[in-house]
């Protein structure tokens, strides 16, 4: 027996170099990771790191001509362009206005849609479907109705006597149209998002909680609404991120208009970037983009770890 | 053993003789924005024709759509895979001349065989060339023209705006009444702006004509001309005709001339393409004269090399290949010409199967006549500031006077 497992062990020694059991699990571990570890850093560390020199330089896309400016392109935006911080608070008034107007409405939605009843599945789909819809599709129909006397929305609010505003035309209004046909477009992804997670509480709760004689309202603040914390920051976190970086929505509706009223960060930088040809300006826009959805995440994550604790 | 060499060595020739094939055939890469089964059909029989002197050439047309035609062609060029050649719009061509990316033309064309570089228009030329250098051929010098319903016309009991130009009563007082006869007695929009888009992105193309029959520019030799009486008094009219009279399609409404919902639009001669399915009756006419007379505006589009293309010289020869007297006449059908041998022959008026020739002969008068659409090195950030400006100027209660002065104020640095 003992010769046998020589002869076993010098035959392994002879096939591969001597490893422990540790580096083998090791090397595996390597070889599983490596495909997107090389994908991370070709397309997305890479890119990033790219983004960053490109910031320090100004670059001429069509020229091709790039000058090293060191920060010259941030202290540009932040305190020589008033366009900078007119487009910063666009974004901010779109962020502020689609992600509570978008989860309120989702959490709505799920509450109403994740018990079983007939129909829940065709009412599902219905509040879905604007998600795979074409952005394209979506813009040109929504032009369509919000067209100032001739639009179906008008023609709706006359019919309860009130006089509509000029939807797209108006900057104000403008925002408010772009806000809310956004939130129709994408509540449905939020909603599906809080259906899996109330369907993942357990009953029991509920049950115990009406035992003790708590109200619907009761159950949801005390019960539903803390169970639902974690899905609450992923959503809050990913709308968020999604608000700011919005740009078809706004290319498609109103191109930044009228009176670039709805001119928000994510397009100004397109504009700087492909249509003004300024690379390297562009570049420091978006790393300055970068940082504020940053900080804003990792405030809302460390509130939330402190309210959980 | 014999056999086998043989084989072998048969294989290897005829190898040998694939490679060398393939490494003799080229193929120049042009980039278009039409998609027009008609206008490709065109371009593909004059690249074949390019076989007679060049047998192992052939030409790909690769189009992309226009609206994002200038920033993907940019892409192109920076990543480093620029077209061979492509058509360039009149507002890029500034931008695209100072950065240096297009290859001067001027040798190849004044050299090529039987090519007659002077029979070009020298207006027409203005923009793509710079002393001896061009870098540039017009292939479309197309004036705006009116398009009207005919049938909308007859029903309002008005004479359309070929009669009232044939009685020499077609200019900006008789544009705004027919406008406004029409919305009254038939409901219609009187006119539509350009594509329905001379709020956003046709600003230029709404405004320029009217500034321009008024006397006006909307900026020459680094000065802007919004604030000009011409041009305050020209857009003043506008505003009215579309917030008094209510006969223009109002900024946020859609009223498609094409599906007959507006009597008049704004357009060039290639749209006639659209019209055997408007169901219709239709014609074309000039533009309404002003108190400054006959003005009319041109856009223009031209052929270009890329200065990166590694067959620049190869291109060049097609350009002039294409822009000889006889393709420019076979494509005079669809773009109207800058070569003056073609646009005073009978062959032009009666190219366009869809326009009489009596309508064409406007169309001929105009570009004679015709001025460029502006255009600057800036274009894009000039657009891009006056937009919110020009906004500002498309409301019921607003002062044109001082928004045209915030359009000034906004664009004129760059100026």
Known sequence: MADALTEKGSARSWRAPRLTLRQREAIEAWLFVSPTVAGFLLFFLGPLAAVVYFSLTEWNLLTQQATFVGVKNYVDALSHNPDFWHVLRNSFVFAMGLVPLNMALALSLALALSRPFRGVIFFRTVFFAPVVTSAVAWAIVWRFLLQGEGGAVNQMLALVGIDGPNWLREPDWAMVAVIVTRVIKMVGLNMILYIAALQAIPRDYEAAARLEGASNWQIFRMVIWPLLAPTTLVIFVITMIGSFKVFDHIYLMTGGGPENGTLVLAFYIYEQGFKFFNVGYASALAMIMFVIVLVLTVVQMTLRRRDMQ | ?415
């Open chain 2, 1 to 415: 053993m014999k056999h086998r060499m043989r084989t072998l060595t048969a294989s290897t020739v005829l190898a040998l003789g694939l490679v060398s094939g393939q490494a003799l055939a080229e193929e120049l890469r042009f980039t278009v924005w039409t998609g027009s089964e008609a206008h490709l059909k065109m371009l593909n029989e004059i690249a074949e024709s390019f076989k007679a002197t060049h047998p192992d050439v052939t030409v790909r047309f690769e189009t992309i759509p226009a609206a994002d035609y200038t920033q993907k062609l940019t892409f192109q060029l920076a990543g480093g895979n620029p077209p061979d050649l492509g058509w360039m719009m009149e507002d890029a061509a500034p931008t695209f001349a100072a950065a240096g990316v297009l290859m001067d033309l001027g040798s190849t064309l004044r050299s090529a065989e039987g090519y007659d570089f002077a029979d070009y228009s020298e207006p027409a030329l203005g923009l793509w060339v710079d002393g001896e250098a061009v870098y540039g051929v017009p292939f479309s010098t197309s004036p705006f023209m009116i398009y009207f319903n005919k049938t909308l016309f007859d029903e309002a009991g008005l004479e359309d705006p070929l009669q009232l130009a044939a009685a020499g009563k077609w200019n900006m007082d008789t544009f705004q009444d027919v406008a406004k006869t029409i919305k009254e007695k038939t409901g219609k929009w009187g006119f539509e702006f350009k594509d329905g888009q001379g709020y956003d992105s046709r600003i230029m193309h709404a405004l320029m004509p009217p500034i321009r029959a008024y006397g006006g520019d909307v900026w020459a030799n680094g000065e802007c001309g919004f604030d000009k009486p011409e041009a305050i008094a020209a857009v003043q009219q506008l505003h009215d005709m579309v917030f008094k009279d209510k006969s223009i399609v109002p900024p946020g409404e859609q009223g498609d001339y094409f599906s007959g919902s507006s009597a008049m639009t704004i357009n060039q001669i290639s749209r006639a393409s659209k019209m055997p399915e408007a169901g219709f009756d239709w014609g074309i006419a000039p533009l309404p004269s002003g108190p400054a007379g006959e003005s009319p505006v041109i856009g223009q589009a031209a052929i270009v090399v890329f200065e990166r293309g590694v067959q620049k010289e190869l291109a060049a020869e097609f350009v002039a290949h294409m822009t000889n007297k006889e393709n420019v006449a076979k494509m005079a059908q669809f773009f109207p010409p800058a070569r003056k041998s073609v646009l005073d022959s009978e062959a032009f008026t009666s190219a366009n199967s869809l326009i009489p020739a009596e309508q064409m002969a406007y169309v001929s008068d105009a570009i004679a006549k015709g001025k460029v659409l502006p255009s600057h090195e800036k274009s894009p950030q000039i657009l891009a500031a006056m937009a919110p400006k020009v906004d500002a100027l498309w409301k019921a209660d607003a002062n044109v006077e001082q928004a045209l002065a915030d359009v000034c104020a906004a664009i004129e640095p760059l100026l």
